[in-house]
């Protein structure tokens, strides 16, 4: 078994920033692929970002690309991190880390991940 725990949700304003963690324990024999997601009321889940386990490749979705960053922590190589600059109200969304495991190309749907965090809310006032 594989627990994702992911911290650092928030209520924010426009402009402020956010570090989302999300560490990744259990049956971690593999490497893998991590991902974050988003989900907002009424709306579909998201690709937001994605790194591959060297970290040498990192894919974001064009309306995070500048402001948000995937990282992994140097010491806790199965922790990691997405920070979040600039926010805006339209970032406003429950935040999902995941991994696909085995895998070495990144992959943007959400379809082909193992497995998931909890969630983590992100709300961001004008």
């Known amino acids: 078994q594989v627990q994702l725990e992911e911290a650092g949700g928030g209520l924010v304003q426009a402009g402020d920033t956010l570090r989302l963690s999300c560490t990744v324990s259990?049956?971690?024999?593999?490497?893998?692929?991590t991902g974050w997601f988003r989900q907002a009321p009424g709306k579909e889940r998201e690709f937001v970002a994605a790194?591959?386990?060297?970290?040498?490749?990192?894919?974001y979705a064009d309306s995070v690309k500048g402001r948000f960053t995937i990282s992994r922590d140097n010491v806790n190589k199965n922790t990691f991190y997405l920070r979040m600059n600039n926010l805006k109200p339209e970032d406003t969304a429950v935040y999902f880390c995941?991994?696909?495991?085995?895998?070495?190309?990144?992959?943007?749907?959400?379809?082909?991940?193992?497995?998931w965090g909890q969630g983590a809310q992100v709300t961001v006032s004008s």
């Open positions: 259990g049956d971690t024999y593999a490497t893998f692929v």
């Open positions: 995941a991994v696909d495991f085995g895998a070495v190309a990144i992959v943007t749907s959400a379809s082909a991940y193992d497995y």
């Open positions: 790194m591959n386990w060297r970290g040498d490749r990192k894919s």
